[in-house]
């Protein structure tokens, strides 16, 4: 069956390293997303792509960055990691269109010590 | 500011009762509204999806109605289950371009024995 995932599910790092979230779908879908929640907080969007080589910066961009070298995947780099950066991350993906249902992954706990 | 709100933040209810979630929102231009149910430690998944047009969609014990010109949805639960036992979400989709989703905070259902 098709799927989305996330590696690893929960990550403990400190602050100043360089930190990556996996994502990896096989639905072929050519949006993905990465989101982040944090206790009263509704999901917030920090990265987006439409397709293979295109990215785009979501609502809290900052400190985070993304690239799409294939269909499939959507890696998440924290460059410098930082307190305010403990949350947990969900990847999503979609077809696109107006109803534009999205997917989602079971989502990684990260804690920045 | 596009926000949307829900209330309750939390319910309990007891097994077999009904229950209404409530979700307000002022996103606009409105394209259209999605419910997702969100178990602990799990990504959201869909229950429903309205667009301007319609006025309720169900989904087995689940019915979503949405009043455009108050601006404001509900997610009625019918003969509620443990399993029901969940985060509901609230997603209001701004316009037909880019990637305007406005999360809500959620509302914490729990249902007792």
């Known amino acids: 069956d098709a799927e989305i995932t996330q590696s690893p599910r929960h990550k403990i790092t400190e602050t100043g390293r360089q930190v990556t979230l996996a994502c990896h779908q096989t639905w072929n879908h050519n949006n993905m997303f990465w989101y982040r929640q944090d206790l009263g907080h509704g999901l917030r969007l920090i990265h987006y792509s439409y397709g293979v080589h295109d990215t785009n910066k979501g609502e809290v961009s900052d400190g985070y960055s993304v690239s799409r070298s294939n269909t499939e995947d959507l890696p998440l780099t924290l460059e410098s990691a930082a307190s305010s950066q403990t949350s947990v991350y969900f990847c999503a993906s979609s077809v696109g269109g107006t109803d534009n249902e999205q997917f989602f992954g079971p989502g990684t706990r990260l804690t920045v010590l | ?113």
């Open chain 2, 1 to 113: 500011k596009n926000q949307v709100e829900q209330s309750p933040q939390s319910l309990i209810i007891l097994e077999g009762k009904n229950c209404t979630l409530q979700c307000n929102y002022t996103v606009s231009p409105f394209s259209n509204l999605r419910w997702y149910k969100q178990d602990t430690g799990r990504g959201p998944v869909s229950l429903t999806i309205m667009t301007f047009s319609e006025n309720t969609k169900s989904n087995g014990r689940y019915t979503a109605t949405l009043d455009a010109d108050t601006k404001q949805s509900s997610l009625h639960i019918t003969a509620s289950q443990l399993s029901d036992s969940a985060s509901y979400i609230c997603v209001v989709r701004g316009d037909n371009y880019g990637q305007n989703f406005v999360f809500g905070p959620g509302t914490r259902l729990s249902v007792l024995p």
